[in-house]
Every structure is written in C-alpha cells, then in structure tokens.
C-alpha cells in the first residue's frame, strides 16, 4: 500500500511538474516575442535616426561651404573687420558673428539666402550676425 502511495505521490508531482514546464516554455516564448518586437521597433528608430542625421551631415557638408564662400567672396564682407562664421544644424543654417554695419549683416544674409535657393535647398535660414560699428 505504501508502495502505491508513493508511486501516485510522485506521479502527482511529475504531472503538476510537466503542467508547469509547458506554461514556463510558452511564457518564455511570449516573452522572447514582445523583445523581438521591442528590438525591432528600436533597431528601426535607430535607423530612422541615423539616416536623419547623415541627411544633416550632408547638407552640412555642401550648404555651409557654399554659403561661406559666398560671403568671403564679397570684398566688404571678407573686411577682416567682420567676423562671420557660416553653420548648419536641424535644417537651419546659422550666420554667427559680428560686421560693422546693419547694411553688411543684411547683404550677408541676403548672398546666403540666394545660395540656398540656387541650390535647391530646404534650410532656413537664420542670420544671427551682431553689428558692432
């Protein structure tokens, strides 16, 4: 008799054992999914994201020295009275500095709008240029 209680002891065990593994296996495998997906999704915004800053780099890249020459080529801006720095960031490019009169820092802007407009390109811009007489 204590032979057939251990034996339906241990079978008990053995089915509520089995019972468990099935469901830890089918947690593990829900579980294995929503990290694929959460993976994935993060894998694609960092995509997304370095796609987005190469664009910006290579805008950067030819918007800005364009724009920089453009200026120096112009004799009163080149005056090295003037002090105008040319960036680009976000799609926006920058004049920073400083020129001696409010007429320079419009012209500055004005020779950096047209070569952004020849070349086609969507930055705005944003002419921060201080005049200091």
Known sequence: MKKWYILGV???VVGFGAVGCQN???GV?????KAGKVIETG??????ATKDAAKDASAALTVTPKV??????????ADPKNDIDVDSKDNVVHLKGHVTSA???TKAGEIAQRVLNEA???DKLSNELVVQP
């Open 10 to 12: 241990l079978s008990c």
């Open 24 to 26: 830890t296996a089918e």
């Open 29 to 33: 495998a829900e579980d294995s999914q």
């Open 43 to 48: 894998a694609k915004e960092a995509a997304d």
């Open 68 to 77: 920089k020459n453009a200026i120096i080529a112009d004799t009163q801006l």
């Open 103 to 105: 007429a320079l820092k």
């Open 120 to 122: 086609h390109a969507t």
